[in-house]
């Protein structure tokens, strides 16, 4: 029985597997270790033994983890929307008294970019009844409740 055919076999079919599994998770981890049995591939076509096969490829596999994939990510991440959604998008956010607040009710404040949340103040504000129109700013979001604190009004 031959060894040098059932080894190219074995390679290929890792690549294969590897490949395929990275196409599924997407974290250049598994592309890197199919590159580094391809490797494997290489050494075993060119001839080397099935351990010196097993060496090339995981030194070519922790070579591109190591070096390349990290390069890769940032890469990447650079392209990555930096703006803050969703709720992290509020935090932050100027608005204004849109109803007034009580001492029995919340009120409601309208944010800089239209929207009304009904909001509270926040525990350490001194003023625990402002005025409609006062400027306000988003400390947090609990459930669908804005806490807010009174700030600056926003210059546009």
């Given at each position: 029985?031959?060894?040098?055919?059932?080894?190219?076999?074995?390679?290929?079919?890792?690549?294969?597997?590897?490949?395929?599994?990275?196409?599924?998770?997407?974290?250049?981890?598994?592309?890197?270790?199919?590159?580094?049995?391809?490797?494997?591939?290489?050494?075993?076509?060119?001839?080397?033994?099935?351990?010196?096969s097993a060496i090339v490829a995981a030194g070519v596999a922790l070579l591109?983890?190591?070096?390349?994939?990290?390069?890769?990510?940032?890469a990447l991440g650079r392209g990555a929307d930096p703006h803050r959604t969703?709720?992290?998008?509020?935090?932050?956010?100027?608005?204004?008294?849109?109803?007034?607040?009580?001492?029995?009710?919340?009120?409601?404040?309208?944010?800089?970019?239209?929207?009304?949340?009904?909001?509270?103040?926040?525990?350490?504000?001194?003023?625990?009844?402002p005025p409609l129109g006062t400027p306000v700013v988003v400390e947090s979001?609990?459930?669908?409740?804005?806490?807010?604190?009174?700030?600056?009004?926003?210059?546009?």
């Amino acid at each position: 029985m031959n060894i040098d055919w059932i080894q190219t076999v074995v390679w290929i079919g890792l690549t294969l597997l590897l490949g395929v599994v990275e196409i599924f998770t997407l974290d250049f981890i598994f592309i890197m270790l199919a590159a580094g049995a391809a490797g494997g591939l290489i050494a075993a076509l060119v001839g080397a033994p099935w351990w010196l096969s097993a060496i090339v490829a995981a030194g070519v596999a922790l070579l591109l983890l190591s070096l390349v994939r990290p390069r890769l990510l940032v890469a990447l991440g650079r392209g990555a929307d930096p703006h803050r959604t969703n709720v992290e998008g509020l935090i932050g956010l100027p608005g204004t008294v849109a109803v007034a607040f009580t001492p029995s009710s919340p009120g409601q404040v309208r944010l800089a970019n239209g929207e009304t949340w009904s909001a509270r103040l926040a525990p350490d504000s001194t003023v625990r009844t402002p005025p409609l129109g006062t400027p306000v700013v988003v400390e947090s979001i609990e459930g669908s409740t804005a806490v807010v604190r009174l700030g600056e009004r926003a210059t546009s």
